[in-house]
């Protein structure tokens, strides 16, 4: 193995660190993709937890550390390599899947938006945030999961916006304590409004019948979005769809236990419980291993780079 094919696979290996690390729900449901298809979902989510990390674990000077390493990622995509992992691993990933780099610099300016923009008027302005720090992330792993035969990736594209959408307006529904705590609030001030709910109050920790109807009202918008999302599941490749349907049930359960504790999110970060995660787990890696099998009977020659 050359020098440079060691470091690309070390690059791999660290941003499947980081993804075990800060992404558990995400990283259990990338084991069931296919081995070739694994590094470049890892490689996707460790740029975006860099990036953001940038913004909500900042340093002296977060505006010019995250415009340093835009710029860096976006010199080394043109470059083609990397000395830095993670950017290693990204530039990697989107020449590999042919990835428009048009959507990496929507999700850094999206990035950039969260130094200086604090809340949003009303849902079509979160939704206008939300292209960049979801809807491309959807369009990124795209190409990376692939899309059934005889489909197009552009018939997949609306479908992949609304599952990035929805898994982080499950993220904004979570972790409403964390965001106001660094001075950001991701909830439709109109919404908020009409509930009778303050910024105060969120930073307060009040939980009351108000924030609760908000928060109900919230759920069932992020669970429009899942349905908006899923009949894409059968426009991508079949052995891609199971680890689609681990990650949906998984951010899907985060709502639920929303709803189990009373909606008192203030209180606490809510979480999927490992043995549910597992349980989730085992639930799809049959069909996982069954659409493998499926697949190589059909082309034998279509095995992974890594003979799995």
Same mark, same amino acid.
């Given at each position: 193995?050359?020098?440079?094919?060691?470091?690309?696979?070390?690059?791999?290996?660290?941003?499947?660190?980081?993804?075990?690390?800060?992404?558990?729900?995400?990283?259990?449901?990338?084991?069931?993709?296919?081995?070739?298809?694994?590094?470049?979902?890892?490689?996707?989510?460790?740029?975006?937890?860099?990036?953001?990390?940038?913004?909500?674990?900042? /340093?002296?000077?977060?505006?010019?550390?995250?415009?340093?390493?835009?710029?860096?990622?976006?010199?080394?995509?043109?470059?083609?390599?990397?000395?830095?992992?993670?950017?290693?691993?990204?530039?990697?990933?989107?020449?590999?899947?042919?990835?428009?780099?048009?959507?990496?610099?929507?999700?850094?300016?999206?990035?950039?938006?969260?130094?200086?923009?604090?809340?949003?008027?009303?849902?079509?302005?979160?939704?206008?945030?939300?292209?960049?720090?979801?809807?491309?992330?959807?369009?990124?792993?795209?190409?990376?999961?692939?899309?059934?035969?005889?489909?197009?990736?552009?018939?997949?594209?609306?479908?992949?916006?609304?599952?990035?959408?929805?898994?982080?307006?499950?993220?904004?529904?979570?972790?409403?304590?964390?965001?106001?705590?660094?001075?950001?609030?991701?909830?439709?001030?109109?919404?908020?409004?009409?509930?009778?709910?303050?910024?105060?109050?969120?930073?307060?920790?009040?939980?009351?019948?108000?924030?609760?109807?908000?928060?109900?009202?919230?759920?069932?918008?992020?669970?429009?979005?899942?349905?908006?999302?899923?009949?894409?599941?059968?426009?991508?490749?079949?052995?891609?769809?199971?680890?689609?349907?681990?990650?949906?049930?998984?951010?899907?359960?985060?709502?639920?236990?929303?709803?189990?504790? /009373?909606?008192?999110?203030?209180? /606490?970060?809510?979480?999927?419980?490992?043995?549910?995660?597992?349980?989730?787990?085992?639930?799809?890696?049959?069909?996982?291993?069954?659409?493998?099998?499926?697949?190589?009977?059909?082309?034998?020659?279509?095995?992974?780079?890594?003979?799995?």
């Amino acid at each position: 193995m050359s020098d440079r094919s060691q470091q690309l696979a070390a690059a791999y290996a660290h941003c499947a660190s980081i993804a075990a690390q800060h992404g558990k729900s995400y990283h259990l449901a990338t084991r069931l993709l296919t081995p070739d298809r694994r590094p470049a979902v890892h490689a996707l989510y460790a740029a975006a937890r860099t990036a953001d990390d940038l913004v909500d674990l900042p /340093g002296a000077d977060p505006a010019g550390d995250l415009a340093a390493w835009s710029r860096a990622v976006l010199t080394d995509l043109e470059a083609g390599w990397s000395d830095d992992p993670v950017r290693l691993a990204l530039v990697h990933t989107y020449r590999r899947h042919d990835i428009p780099v048009e959507h990496l610099v929507d999700f850094l300016a999206a990035m950039t938006s969260d130094l200086t923009v604090d809340s949003y008027a009303d849902m079509a302005a979160l939704d206008r945030y939300m292209w960049g720090s979801a809807a491309v992330i959807g369009l990124q792993v795209l190409p990376v999961l692939g899309t059934a035969p005889g489909v197009q990736r552009k018939e997949a594209e609306p479908y992949a916006i609304a599952l990035g959408e929805a898994f982080q307006l499950t993220n904004f529904l979570r972790d409403v304590a964390e965001d106001v705590d660094r001075g950001r609030v991701y909830l439709p001030a109109d919404v908020m409004a009409a509930h009778g709910v303050t910024r105060d109050q969120l930073a307060q920790r009040r939980h009351d019948a108000r924030f609760e109807g908000l928060m109900r009202e919230m759920v069932a918008v992020v669970r429009r979005r899942y349905d908006d999302a899923a009949p894409g599941t059968t426009l991508l490749a079949p052995e891609s769809r199971a680890c689609v349907r681990a990650a949906t049930d998984l951010y899907g359960g985060i709502l639920t236990e929303i709803e189990r504790t /009373g909606y008192r999110v203030l209180d /606490g970060r809510v979480r999927v419980s490992r043995p549910r995660r597992l349980a989730v787990f085992a639930r799809r890696l049959t069909a996982a291993q069954l659409a493998r099998v499926r697949v190589t009977m059909a082309n034998p020659k279509s095995r992974s780079s890594t003979g799995a």
